[in-house]
């Protein structure tokens, strides 16, 4: 299992050097091998800091990011894929050396001639062909761009793979297609993955557990036949509302119950209460705990009592 815990992490906002913000908060999860959680939420909800404290490309200012051992005690290696293949993949390079670099950083083979043969496997992995490594980035498709970044991270033989939106930035029909590409790998290769997305319909696709988060917080997680059956949480109900009609436009795919508060100035108790349609007094007073369900769910409600009851 992987084990995810991180309390009171705080992140640093990009253009405001000085203003300390805790974007993600008392944030743990667990990850079976071979499984894949899916983290959904807004834009701002903290899920991709969470993505790169699991990656390490941010540090924790408190709290940790725990891993446990792979069964030969190696330390597990974690790889990310991200948004926006274009900004990802090093332009200047042939898709060859993009894929070779981490075969040689980490030498995972030793001879070029046994680099050139995983370059050429890897490729053709992701459904490209060895030819295509003599070409830039430039010259490939988004939906390809994906390809190859799935390809790099696959160079390193990773054990976790962390995958932030990374099909947000494609058309739909190539979503699909990465998605299932993404769903094979996974198959074949016992890859287990932590999944990015504020699409709700692209997560109930690809996980077998949903973890959802607002400003900074998971407020309900569940396996993803129980998170579709019976969404417990306000927030969790308001985001399958919004799920897509796969020709609507992208502004018609957000919540439209309010705007996000801002992370700076988090609302006391439940920081839903503002925009949920259930709060009560209690709910801008009291912060609501984490709280089992007897199908696996867990909830972050004051209504949970009455939820059990409506079980019962
Ligand atoms: Fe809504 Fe209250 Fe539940 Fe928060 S605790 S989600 S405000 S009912
Ligand atoms: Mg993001």
């Not at 990656?55 to 792979?70: M, N, R």
């Not at 984490?290 to 079980?311: F, I, K, N, Q, Y």
């Amino acid at each position: 299992r992987f084990d995810v815990s991180a309390p009171w992490l705080n992140r640093v906002i990009e253009r405001k050097p000085r203003l300390f913000v805790r974007a993600v908060d008392d944030v743990s999860f667990e990850v079976p091998k071979g499984g894949c959680l899916s983290l959904v939420g807004e834009s701002g909800c903290g899920k991709s800091t969470v993505a790169r404290l699991v990656t390490g490309l941010y540090a924790p200012s408190e709290g940790s990011i725990a891993f446990a051992p792979g069964a030969d005690g190696r330390p597990l290696s974690v790889q990310m894929i991200f948004q926006d293949p274009y900004a990802s993949l090093n332009p200047r390079w042939r898709v060859f050396d993009i894929i070779a670099e981490p075969l040689r950083e980490l030498k995972l083979r030793e001879t070029e001639a046994e680099i050139a043969d995983r370059v050429a496997e890897l490729l053709k992995t992701v459904g490209l062909t060895a030819s295509d490594g003599r070409k830039f980035p430039h010259e490939f498709s988004g939906g390809q761009r994906q390809r190859i970044s799935i390809a790099r991270a696959l160079a390193s033989e990773p054990d976790f793979l962390v995958c932030d939106e990374p099909t947000s930035a494609l058309d739909v029909s190539v979503q699909a297609q990465i998605l299932n590409l993404m769903r094979r790998l996974q198959d074949e290769m016992g890859l287990t993955y932590l999944f990015i997305s504020h699409d709700m319909s692209v997560v109930r696709h690809m996980s077998d557990q949903i973890a959802v988060m607002y400003l900074g917080r998971i407020v309900e997680q569940a396996p993803t036949e129980v998170l579709f059956a019976h969404p417990r949480h306000p927030y969790t109900q308001l985001l399958l509302e919004t799920i897509p009609n796969v020709t609507a436009p992208r502004r018609d795919r957000e919540p439209q119950a309010g705007e996000v508060p801002s992370p700076l100035k988090p609302p006391s108790g439940c920081t839903f209460h503002p925009r949920c349609p259930q709060a009560d007094s209690r709910c801008s007073a009291e912060r609501p705990e984490m709280t089992a369900m007897p199908d696996g769910s867990r909830v972050a409600c004051h209504r949970v009592e009455e939820m059990l009851a409506r079980m019962a």
